[in-house]
């Protein structure tokens, strides 16, 4: 739900929103596009058992209405080509999410993320991406778990670095790390 004092700022041509597990990343994203009165939601999470459907409904409740919304969960670059206009911000929730199904859908991860990270530069309108930030944590014990942390650091860096503002939430409070001003 939208604070009463919550002024988003200009939205930047894309910005990166950074935080652990229930930070608080997802709702200040939304809040980024609360003005805008057309806005696209696209959704990177499938429902693979009953906590992952409840977390989407969650997340569909606390948006309400006004959001349109387009399932990405592998074809990220191919909706953002096709979905991204200057009269409509763009919410991809979440590139984590987005990762994780490339890796378990046995995809070739660095040539997704190089096209996504080619996509970037060339989008029609603004988007706002939200990512966790995995890092923080302890090295994880098996292979799988360090090769996604390893590729979740590397895909933040590189988008980080594509984007005028990165925000960190911790707490439900943004850090700014980078703005275009």
Request: net charge negative; charged share 20%.
């Amino acid at each position: 739900m939208p604070s009463p004092h919550f002024s988003p700022p200009p939205l930047a041509p894309l910005t990166l929103v950074l935080g652990g597990a229930r930070s608080g990343k997802s709702a200040y994203a939304e809040r980024l596009l609360q003005d805008h009165p057309r806005r696209l939601y696209l959704a990177t999470a499938e429902a693979g058992d009953d906590e992952m459907a409840e977390r989407i409904r969650h997340h569909q409740a606390r948006r309400g209405a006004g959001w349109e919304t387009v399932e990405a969960p592998l074809d990220l670059c191919g909706q953002l080509g096709t979905q991204a206009r200057p009269d409509r911000p763009l919410l991809v929730d979440c590139l984590t999410l987005w990762l994780s199904n490339l890796l378990l859908a046995e995809r070739a991860v660095d040539a997704e993320i190089d096209r996504l990270i080619d996509a970037l530069p060339g989008l029609a309108g603004p988007v706002v991406f939200v990512a966790n930030e995995v890092g923080f944590g302890i090295v994880p014990d098996n292979a799988l778990a360090r090769a996604f942390r390893d590729h979740a650091g590397r895909l933040n860096q590189r988008v980080a670095g594509c984007c005028q503002r990165v925000v960190l939430v911790a707490a439900g409070l943004p850090l700014l790390l980078k703005d275009p001003s």
